[in-house]
């Protein structure tokens, strides 16, 4: 707490004195009141004009303490003594101190819309100062470059000298730019930066904001029209060919020959049905690569969705003297993906699996929980392992890493004779890809193959189980 300094005793103690002496004197002048008596006022004035300075320089020494609480943001009130001039400058200094809270409230409120509004914005929001470091950033920046962002260099985010240089090229003549470039990670992403200088730079440095627009769907949705031009037209043509065959020769020499056109309808509707299961699966092969830099956000149960699969399978096993053994803990943690789409994956593996199996061995499925998938940075992710293990032919090592690719096949007469199209495992790697999760396929030529798939589990996950509809 401040203390009265002397100078401020003296001077107050001054001015009772002589504000007392003048009276005094006065009084004298008139014939009132005798010399000594003068006298003996003028030291009683003295006294009390002390004792008057004193106290009011402690009633002014504990508001001055009060207000430098307020500056500081210690809003208590200290106890003054009860004197009009003390509750005038409390009065006063009490009206300071709610104008000061109203403000503060108002800016903090202000600053809290601003935030919100900033993160209400669905496209990655950066503002960055004349160093190029980052001031802002808004919750879809975050999600997409990582957090925290606020303080960081530019460069430490975006690794693009091309958008580093059209930054500083912001920051020299003030003209807006906008340049498009590939984002690296997990998942590619082709994004445009956009750039403008902020009109009135703020105290804080604020000079550019850079907005981030994601055309990796746009580019994907290009590639895609093209692929599937020529995909369509290159698988297509056996089976069109074949069928419009066989119906010329209904058309003329089988035209009345009864066994010939039983034969001939039976492997159109062959052909007709494998162009059919072609078109679907181009169809869902483009639909997932279509979101596959979207991550998917519900949650399933993998215990359940495997038994649901196996069921589904048993027939086709059967048909082939197999069986379908499922090791899997139940329950298990909530794995985050999208159902139809791990349904897919799991379904195209044990088919596979079935399809390939020696007739009378065991499609083997076990699930292992307590791995791990990386996330970047270093970090890695709690995981589910869930391998699918035929006892067939196996495949050729050199054939391992083309396995995943469009159309491609180790014997294609025996895929085609067994109802593949070639897309199944292209179809398992990109669902896969969007959920985060990775492949690997082991095989032993003779003894078979192994496709595992390793999906991440929510944060904290914890082991409950949902029921499956049978």
């Known amino acids: 707490m401040a203390t009265p300094s002397r100078r401020g005793i003296i001077e107050a103690t001054a001015g009772f004195a002589l504000a007392g002496g003048v009276a005094l004197m006065v009084l004298r002048a008139l014939g009132w009141i005798e010399t000594g008596a003068l006298l003996a006022g003028i030291c009683l004035t003295l006294i009390v004009a002390a004792v008057a300075g004193m106290a009011h320089m402690r009633v002014l020494a504990v508001l001055a303490a009060w207000a430098e609480g307020l500056a500081v943001g210690d809003p208590e009130q200290p106890r003054a003594d009860n004197t009009l001039l003390a509750t005038d400058l409390a009065v006063a200094l009490g009206r300071a101190q709610r104008a000061i809270r109203s403000s503060q409230h108002a800016l903090e409120a202000r600053a809290v819309a601003a935030e919100s509004v900033l993160d209400s914005v669905p496209q990655p929001l950066l503002v960055l100062d004349r160093r190029r470091r980052i001031v802002q950033a808004n919750l879809a920046a ?26 500083d090229g912001v920051l020299g003549d003030g003209q807006p730019r906008a340049v498009d470039f590939e984002l690296k990670g997990p998942l590619e992403r082709h994004m445009r930066a956009r750039l403008a200088p902020l009109p009135q730079p703020s105290e804080a440095g604020q000079a550019i904001i850079l907005v981030l627009e994601d055309l990796t769907t746009i580019r994907r949705l290009e590639a895609m029209r093209v692929d599937f031009v020529a995909n369509v037209s290159h698988e297509l043509r056996t089976p069109l060919a074949a069928v419009q065959g066989f119906i010329e020769t209904l058309q003329g020499a089988a035209k009345d020959d009864a066994a010939s056109r039983e034969r001939f309808l039976a492997i159109m509707h062959e052909q007709a049905t494998r162009m059919s299961r072609l078109v679907a699966d181009l169809l869902s092969l483009s639909r997932i690569e279509l ?100 006892h067939g032919d196996g495949i050729p090592e050199e054939h391992l890493p083309r396995l995943t690719e469009r159309f491609y096949r180790v014997d294609a007469g025996r895929s085609r004779a067994l109802g593949g199209t070639g897309l199944g495992l292209a179809i398992v790697k990109h669902i896969v890809n969007r959920h985060r999760g990775q492949l690997a396929i082991e095989s032993t030529p003779g003894w078979g193959s192994c496709f595992t798939v390793t999906l991440p589990v929510e944060k904290g996950a914890c082991h409950q189980t949902v029921t499956e509809a049978p």
């Open 142 to 167: 975050e999600t997409l470059l990582g957090a925290p962002l606020v303080a960081r260099d530019l460069a430490e985010t975006i690794r693009n000298p091309a958008v580093l240089a059209a930054t």
């Open 291 to 390: 979101d596959e830099h979207i991550a998917p956000e519900g949650r399933l149960d993998l215990a359940g969705l495997l038994g649901t699969v196996s069921a589904s399978l048993a027939i086709a096993a059967e048909r082939r003297q197999m069986t379908i053994a499922l090791d899997c803990p139940n329950p298990l943690p909530m794995v985050i993906g999208d159902r139809d789409q791990i349904a897919q994956v799991l379904q195209n593996l044990i088919d596979n699996a079935i399809k390939y199996g020696r007739p009378g061995s065991a499609v083997e499925v076990s699930v292992t929980v307590g791995a791990s998938v990386p996330t970047g940075g270093g970090l890695a992710r709690p995981a589910i392992r869930v391998a699918v293990r035929d």
